[in-house]
């Protein structure tokens, strides 16, 4: 099917080809000029302004502060290629006393693929926490040029974008292997557009390189993130169906299978050639906290993925409504082409609210759905612009969704303003300089247990013993305080060095509780910040949290 030029100016403004499939095409309308839209004052900008404003923030912020401090469990992914280079062996000695297999003889607890780009940058620029963070930002950037690109391969409005853009800001957290995933489902993406032929703008037909190299894509994101690479595989098999019936294009069948049959050959391959990884594996899933069992939301994870997604939720609501009130008019090519990646990505988007909600845990929300957000909205708001005639309905839309930036951006601004003071405080160098003076000082086989965030400095000491707070033993049975107690009487660590929000959200209390205990001489802890952070602070922990590098260091004397 030949199809016609796309305005550069629009996009939105197409003829109608011979052979139109469905109708779409017969009377197309006036174009959707930029000077016509909601915000004609930002015709000029340049369309990725607001994408380079915030990666210009994020540097800004990695240099003023180190941040984001790496999560809790950052250095479970990160720790065996560290081990590697450091000691020789690829295992995570800071988790054995959890995971034997992936602690101590090979690490296979999760898919493996992030392992690469994380060993070739480490090999470079070092295996310490801010070479960690600098490798997500940089992963962070090359996710930020994909979705540019596939919002530019739709000729998408700047304003559209820009507004999209704003929603980056609820990205605040990216230190696993999520950040490496998701780049390589935006790639699979952006493959899925180039290779129907309905997303094409005339000017060259697809190629059939586009279509193995989308199943390649998502075969890749599932060999880093199973989650996210499943979100994906989702969208772009449903987009691909949807695509090829619009637009009279044969399904290309046997890519798709190869897509679902890779995938499980692996898993049998390593299940029958490489049995000490599949039992390692086995180890995480049996642990592992992600999968809860069904369950009733409770009302802070309705209230954390609401905060997270809540420009997701006003779609989810906003386009059925305008769908049946403002009698959509997709007489042009645009109407399609939006909503080919509009409703793909956003059932995606609420498939993963909805598990988040009832049986996955509630933090993924934040790892898989709020990277779709931006995509989701400028998909929604270029689909309204073109489809949708009342321009009112269209700025009432825009003004929700700006309020809705405010929301989503809050742990952005306290990292800019609270964190940016924290950092003043104790700073990333000061507090490892800190952490690294408590280490030498330990005698020989000391048990240790340590943040994630400042066991990249303790594998470099081979005089003690260093435990990861969140594994101080096996977490299948029991509630997390008094597994954390246990494990405390177990191994009788001579001291703790944890951050701010890991001794406030759980070791505060456990503390509390073994000062009364018969085997413990003394407890003395040592917060090293003298401004208080927000996770001291009960009404600000689940607001702004996690952005201070200030130790608090506690010392026990054993009878």
Known sequence: MQMPAVSAQTGLHLHAPENDPGGFLKKPPPPFRSGNSPFAMIKRTPVWLVFALFFFWK???????????????????????????????????????????SGAHVFSAYPPF????????????????????????????????????????????AWCVQIAGLFLLTLTFHDRPDTFAQLLGMLALYSWIRSRRIFSDGAEAPAGIWTWLMVLFVVLSLATGLQIGATY????????????????????????????LVPVALVLLVKTA?????????????????????????????????????????????????????RPDLSVNAGPRFSLVLLPTLLAALGVMAACLCFLAANSVGTIANYLQPLIVASYLALCASAF?????????IACLLLLVLLGAVRALGMTTWGLACARDVSY???????????????????????????YEAARHTNVQSI?????????????????????????????????????????????????????????????????TPDSIPKFQRVVQHISWAPIIVKISWK
């Not at 003023?64 to 062996?89: E, M, W």
Request: charged content about 15%.
């Open 59 to 101: 540097i800004a912020l990695f240099l003023l502060s180190t941040q984001p401090v790496p999560a809790n469990d950052a250095f479970f992914y990160d720790g065996a290629v560290i081990n590697y280079l450091l000691h020789g062996g690829y295992y995570n000695p800071s988790v054995v006393l959890a995971f034997p297999i």
């Open 114 to 157: 992030y392992q690469v780009p994380l060993l070739a940058w480490m090999m470079v620029f070092g295996t310490s926490a801010a070479s960690a963070i600098a490798l997500h930002l940089f992963l962070l950037g090359l996710y930020l040029l994909v979705l540019l690109a596939i919002l530019r391969r739709l000729q998408t409005p």
């Open 233 to 260: 595989c989702g969208i772009v098999t449903l987009g691909t169906i949807a695509a090829c019936r619009l637009g009279r294009e044969r399904l290309p069948l046997f890519p798709l299978l190869t897509m679902f």
């Open 274 to 326: 490489l049995p000490q990884a599949w039992a390692g594996f086995q180890e995480n899933v049996r642990q592992t906290p992600t999968l809860t069992g069904f369950r009733v939301p409770y009302p802070e994870e309705i209230m954390k993925v609401a905060r997270t997604v809540p420009a997701i939720i006003l779609v989810a609501l906003m386009l059925p409504l305008s769908w049946f009130t403002q």
């Open 389 to 397: 005639p009342g321009r009112r309905w269209l700025r009432g839309q």
């Open 429 to 455: 160098s000061s507090a490892v300089q800190r952490v690294r003076a408590e280490l030498e000082k330990q005698p020989p086989n000391s048990p240790v247990v340590l943040s994630s965030a400042f066991l």
């Open 468 to 532: 990861h707070c969140d594994w101080l033993i096996d977490v299948r049975h029991g509630g997390q305080r008094s597994l954390d107690l246990e494990g405390l009487f177990n191994q009788k660590p001579v001291q703790l060095v944890l951050t701010q929000f890991d001794y406030y959200r759980r070791f505060q209390a456990v503390l509390e509780s073994a000062r009364s205990d018969p085997r413990i001489q003394s407890i003395q802890i040592e917060d090293t910040a003298t401004i208080r």
